[in-house]
């Protein structure tokens, strides 16, 4: 009989979909633990044997129904990768790693969080790419990246982020244009691109974004005209150093001409020339012969003709000159005739 007991005993255990999934949670901690602190510095309060969620794990935080729901661990001098296992953590709303010197790139399992509304992993080292696949955390609320290493273009799907209100990518090395899906964030309170390389024109649609307060685009290679709607942002938009930007009623721009307005709704993936249209390299190699008409043939060629048209004429003229002369000495009688050239 105890036996039988013994045997359904250990049959619940294993089972128990909460023991399951903490077993789950507290391996990928483990793995977390390994990539974030490799000299186990400071994560020794995380123990294999450990329970998450009695506190005892520094930074860890679980909710109501004992599931890993929050890691803060700002500024604990880690100086690791961010772990793939961190996708094992299916119920964390809350990750908040910034002011470390964390490094290489951003596992794309993160975004199956997909109940994460707070993601900070500012002011560290991190590199590569934003994934494109952080725009399908759907309860995503602030987006914070800011001061990375962080190469590559601004993901368009971020736009389907309908819930994100702080968007910061600013001091990274992102290039390429501004997606217009921005403005299609209609929670969207600040966005923060500053001091990165991007270029092309703002999006129209992005003035749009009903409940934008701040919009930071400082120090980018960006052009074209900036949609008037901005200027309802007042001190809330910052566009200094930009220099192909122009438009009217903004301090320090100057008005636009027509070659300045661009479609602002589909930024060229080219650079941009001063008056903010896209260029277009012809290599050097490229023998393009078009008629004069249209490239103004050029001043060379114009002065080898222009000189053999004066060296003959000149020419005739000498040998002109001689016949008469000649003329002129043999036939004294005659010289009265030669008075009918002068005028020639």
Not at 48 to 76: E, H, T, W, Y
Not at 160 to 182: C, D, F
Request: with cysteine; net charge negative; proline share 6%.
């Amino acid at each position: 009989m105890s036996f039988t007991v013994f045997l359904f005993s250990i049959l619940i255990f294993i089972t128990n979909p909460i023991w399951v999934c903490g077993n789950a949670e507290l391996g990928a901690l483990m793995n977390i633990k390994a990539s974030l602190d490799p000299e186990g510095l400071y994560l020794s309060s995380w123990a294999i044997n450990g329970d998450p969620c009695d506190g005892s794990f520094d930074g860890v935080a679980c909710n109501g129904l004992g599931r890993v729901a929050n890691i803060s661990l700002q500024g604990k001098g880690l100086s690791g990768k961010l772990s793939p296992a961190i996708a094992g953590l299916t119920h964390l709303t809350g990750l908040y790693l910034h002011y470390n010197t964390l490094y290489g790139e951003i596992p794309k399992e993160i975004s199956n969080l997909r109940n994460l509304t707070d993601l900070y992993l500012n002011v560290n080292n991190l590199s590569g790419q934003i994934p494109p696949s952080i725009g399908n955390m759907a309860n995503l609320q602030v987006l914070q990246l800011c001061y990375n290493q962080l190469t590559g273009s601004v993901p368009t799907q971020l736009g389907s982020l309908k819930k994100l209100t702080v968007l910061a990518l600013q001091s990274n090395h992102l290039t390429g244009a501004i997606p217009a899906s921005l403005g299609d964030v209609e929670m969207l309170m600040r966005l923060d691109l500053s001091f990165n390389h991007l270029f092309g024109s703002i999006p129209i649609k992005l003035a749009d974004a009903p409940l934008l307060e701040v919009l930071d685009i400082r120090n980018n290679s960006l052009s074209g005209s900036v949609p008037l709607a901005l200027k309802k942002l007042n001190e809330g938009f910052g566009y200094e150093n930009n220099l192909g930007l122009c438009g009217s009623g903004f301090a320090a721009l100057n008005p636009c001409n027509s070659s300045d307005h661009v479609n602002p709704n589909r930024p060229e993936p080219f650079g941009t020339g001063s008056a903010g249209l896209p260029t277009r390299d012809i290599p050097e190699t490229a023998n393009v012969k078009l008629p004069c008409g249209e490239t103004g043939c050029s001043n060379v060629s114009r002065s080898h003709q222009a000189s053999f048209v004066v060296g003959t004429v000149a020419v005739s003229i000498a040998l002109l000159a001689i016949g008469i002369l000649s003329f002129t000495q043999y036939r004294p009688e005659e010289a009265e005739a030669h008075d009918l050239f002068r005028g020639c």
